[in-house]
């Protein structure tokens, strides 16, 4: 089995930074495609970022390009999400999954995606 564990959420000020951490272990070499989500209160979860394990394939959603990066960690088992440029329609709770065994191709379907962690909540204040 794979755990994934977010944390580095907090409060800020728009036009702020904050780096959000995924902390992966267990099986880590059954892990394909790492993804970033959010979930604001009364809306759906959207995708956010996502990375293959092997540090290539960065995906964005057209909201975050050039403010966000997503990165994994020179240790190897940490998957970074910087965000720069906050904006207050950035609030939400942040949460990182992995792909299901036998997806392939890219998608931004949180259907696609298990072993999600807790969240961590990110508020960005005007």
């Known amino acids: 089995q794979v755990q994934l564990v977010e944390s580095g959420g907090g409060l800020v000020q728009a036009g702020g930074s904050l780096t959000l951490s995924c902390a992966v272990s267990?099986?880590?070499?059954?892990?394909?495609?790492v993804g970033w989500f959010r979930q604001a209160p009364g809306k759906e979860r959207e995708f956010v970022a996502s990375?293959?394990?092997?540090?290539?394939?960065?995906q964005y959603t057209d909201s975050v390009k050039g403010r966000f990066t997503i990165s994994r960690d020179n240790a190897g088992n940490t998957v970074l999400l910087q965000m720069n440029s906050l904006k207050p329609e950035d609030t939400a709770v942040y949460y990182c999954?992995?792909?299901?065994?036998?997806?392939?191709?890219?998608?931004?379907?949180?259907?696609?995606?298990?072993?999600w962690g807790q969240g961590t909540q990110v508020t960005v204040s005007s």
């Open positions: 999954a992995k792909y299901r065994q036998g997806i392939v191709g890219f998608t931004t379907s949180p259907d696609a995606y298990d072993s």
């Open positions: 267990g099986r880590t070499f059954t892990v394909g495609v």
């Open positions: 990375m293959r394990w092997g540090r290539e394939g960065a």
